[in-house]
Antibody, heavy 122, light 112 residues
């Protein structure tokens, strides 16, 4: 069974940093591109970043470019999101999500974690 | 960026009746080389992560009931629930994965 478990969320002041983690199990992690998607309270879904299966390509939504860094450790079946210079508008539940097919960025997301809440407030 | 616009924002449907959700993209998500529309649909219930229902516009994800179907091409897409069940109450999102950044529709709330 595919499992994705996020951690690392919490309450941080504006300008602060957080590092989110997502530990994967039940599949060959190194074969799949991965994504971070966030959802502000009561709002819709916003894609944040993705990374190819080998880490060779990374992409970000404009609003987080230069502040967030996506990375992965295939040996530890783990995905990360380093979030710096955090702003109130970054407050959201952050989900990690797996792409449906192997060796591609361009596919729907077939497995999602339960999410970790990030709150940015003074 | 490709803007995804869903309609309606919410709808109420009687049990056993059909529910139709529309999604329009600001530019085509059809890749001519493989004739695939890079469009998916998700269902999200309160307190839960999204669940993939449909990918490539009309391919049903494993385990998804066949009352859920997707159609469309280019810029106009539809998710249909043929006979609404109580467990289908949720918010539904369309998602384009044709052009980065990936984008989602604003969501459509389906109620009984």
């Amino acid at each position: 069974e595919v499992q994705l478990v996020e951690s690392g969320g919490g309450l941080v002041q504006p300008g602060g940093s957080l590092r989110l983690s997502c530990v994967a199990s039940g599949f060959t992690f190194s074969s799949y591109s991965m994504n971070w998607v966030r959802q502000a309270p009561g709002k819709g879904l916003e894609w944040v970043a993705n990374i190819k299966q080998d880490g060779s390509e990374k992409h970000y939504v404009d609003s987080v470019k230069g502040r967030f860094t996506i990375s992965r450790d295939n040996a530890k079946n783990s995905l990360f999101l380093q979030m710096d210079s955090l702003r109130a508008e970054d407050t959201a539940v952050y989900y990690c999500a797996r792409v449906r097919a192997v060796v591609t960025l361009y596919d729907a997301f077939d497995n999602w974690g339960q999410g970790t809440m990030v709150t940015i407030s003074p | 960026d490709i803007v995804m616009t869903q309609s309606p924002d919410s709808l109420a449907v009687s049990l056993g009746e059909r529910a139709t959700i529309n999604c329009k993209s600001s530019q085509s998500v059809l890749y001519s080389s493989n004739n695939n529309n890079y469009l998916g649909w998700y269902q999200q219930k309160p307190g839960h992560p999204p669940k993939l229902l449909i990918y490539w516009t009309s391919a049903r994800q494993s385990g998804v009931p066949d009352r859920f179907s997707g159609s469309g091409s280019g810029t106009d897409f539809t998710l249909t629930i043929s006979s609404l069940q109580a467990e289908d109450v949720a918010v539904y999102y369309c998602h384009q994965y044709y052009s980065l950044p990936w984008t989602f529709g604003q969501g459509t709330r389906v109620e009984i």
